[in-house]
C-alpha cells in the first residue's frame, strides 16, 4: 500500500513570496491533516478535513493560509506572503475513519520550507 | 504549561543501554500515542495506548492512567533507534496534541 505523498520537499523563498504544498493521501482514507512542526517543537495541527469539508481550521493563520481538498482526495496548503516565522516542516497525513479514539494516523515524508 | 511534556528533551546513550522516555500530560485522554521521527521528517506511529502495557521487539510502551504518565522504553539500543521520539495524546475523538519530542542520539 502506497504511503502518504507529499511534494515538494524542500522549499527555499524569500519572505513575502508565495508558496504550495501539495499532499496526497493513502487510497481510502477519508480524513486528511496538515500540521507545521517548527524545529525543536511537536507537529501542530493547522487544519483537518473529512473528505472535502473542514472538521477543525482554529489554528490556521487564515490571513495568510488556506488549504483545500476540493474533490476529498488531494489537498493543497498555501501561504500568501510568507513570513520568516513560517519556516518550519509541513506534515500531512490521513486516517481513514474520523470520531474514533483508535483513529491512527499515517503521516507523509514533509516538506522543508525555509522562508529567508 | 504544555498540556504534554517529555522528558528528558536530550538523551545520548552507547549501544546496547537500555533507554527510557517519559511523557507527562495534564487532560484527561482516551489515548496515547508514541510516534518516532527520523532525519528528513517522516512520522511512523509506534503505539497507540488507552491503558496497560503494548510491546513490539524491543520496544515497550507503558501507561498510567490515573497518574497521567506514560513511558517509551527500548531494550538493547541500536545506533539505528536513533530519532526524535514524539508522545501524542487525544482527549475524545479530539486532535492529537503533541509534545515537543525527544531526541535520542545511540551512539556505537
Known amino acids: 500500500e502506497a504511503g502518504v505523498a507529499q511534494s515538494p520537499r524542500y522549499k527555499i523563498i524569500e519572505k513575502r513570496q508565495s508558496v504550495a504544498f501539495w499532499c496526497n493521501p493513502i487510497?481510502?482514507?477519508?480524513?486528511l491533516y496538515w500540521y507545521q512542526q517548527i524545529l525543536g517543537q511537536g507537529p501542530k495541527l493547522l487544519i483537518q478535513f473529512q473528505n472535502n469539508g473542514v472538521v477543525d481550521d482554529s489554528q490556521l493563520p487564515k490571513d495568510r493560509f488556506s488549504a483545500e481538498r476540493l474533490k476529498g482526495v488531494d489537498s493543497t496548503l498555501k501561504i500568501q506572503p510568507a513570513k520568516l516565522e513560517d519556516s518550519a516542516v509541513y506534515l500531512c497525513?490521513?486516517?481513514?475513519?474520523?470520531?474514533?479514539?483508535?483513529?491512527?494516523?499515517?503521516f507523509g515524508p514533509g516538506t522543508r520550507l525555509t522562508v529567508l | 504549561k504544555n498540556e504534554v511534556e517529555q522528558s528528558p528533551q536530550n538523551l545520548t546513550a552507547q549501544e546496547g543501554e537500555f533507554i527510557t522516555i517519559n511523557c507527562s500530560y495534564s487532560v484527561g485522554i482516551s489515548a496515547l500515542h508514541w510516534l518516532q521521527q527520523h532525519p528528513g521528517g517522516g512520522i511512523v506511529s509506534l503505539f497507540m495506548l488507552s491503558s496497560g502495557k503494548k510491546k513490539h521487539g524491543r520496544l515497550i510502551a507503558t501507561i498510567n492512567i490515573q497518574e497521567k504518565h506514560s513511558s517509551l522504553h527500548i531494550t538493547a539500543s541500536h545506533p539505528r533507534d536513533s530519532a526524535v521520539y514524539i508522545c501524542a495524546v487525544r482527549a475524545g475523538a479530539q486532535k492529537l496534541v503533541f509534545g515537543q519530542g525527544t531526541r535520542l542520539t545511540i551512539n556505537p
Open positions: 487510497s481510502g482514507h477519508a480524513t
Open positions: 497525513a490521513s486516517s481513514p475513519i474520523l470520531d474514533s479514539i483508535y483513529n491512527e494516523q499515517f
